[in-house]
């Protein structure tokens, strides 16, 4: 019970306020810019800025990790090259892709059912790179060393999830999608440098607080991509019948479910394991004690 208690009060409350608060009025300050001069927002996706910024971060963040675990320089700069790359082509094939048009989605043709490029462009991948990542000797290693509130204060970014809020002020989405994609995007992002100064703390209610950020972050996924299946042309639409949601396969908005959301998945997946072997490895020392 002294241990229960000394963890309760050990929690950076104020901090986390503080984060939360702050994340709040720039994103708030963000937006408002983005709806006063819309020209602003739209020029910031069609160049990309913002994903090239936080891809960046990503790797970063990698090489960081991989200082932090026993590697030597050698074998740090090939496991880097080894994530890097193959992200980055991952990012270049999806961009080519997107602004093609090879996401738009069509109303089904009879005789011809279509293919469904988005759900496959968000879930192969995702569905490859964690079978990748979490079979890697290597990449546990660097998920033991690195800390774990970096994972989860790094998807700060699915703040900007707010844009589909604008679009659908605007009338360019349906409501039924873009209001809640919008606002778990929104409500994820906001709570992830709060959640993450929580398990900075090391303690087991901090890591409590990272597992169940993790699991909202993943529940509004499988929110917003049911969602956006229902809503858009294709065989899976039952809802938006009079206002389809063709945006979310538009560029350059189709590059948050062809390869933010997949990113942001993998994401929570390896922070989850990492908080789980944390939980564990701390059960198996307090039960050695």
Known sequence: MVALSWERTALPHDAALTRLLGVAAAAAAWFALVWAVPAIGSAFNEIGILRIAIHAVTLWGLWLGLGLSSVTPEERVRTWLAIALPLTLWLAAIWVFAAGGAFVPRPPVPGRPPIPRLPIAIFLPTIIALVLLLRSRRVTAILDAMPAHW???????RVLGGFFLIYYARGLAPGVFALPAGIGDVTTGLLALPAAAYVATGTAWGRRIGITWNLLGLLDFVSAISLGAMSSPGPFQ???????????GTYPTVMIPAFAVPTSIVLHILSLRQLMRRARQSARTFTAA
């Open 151 to 157: 994972l989860v204060g790094l998807q700060v970014y």
């Open 238 to 248: 039952v809802f938006a019948l009079d206002h389809p949601n063709v945006l979310i």
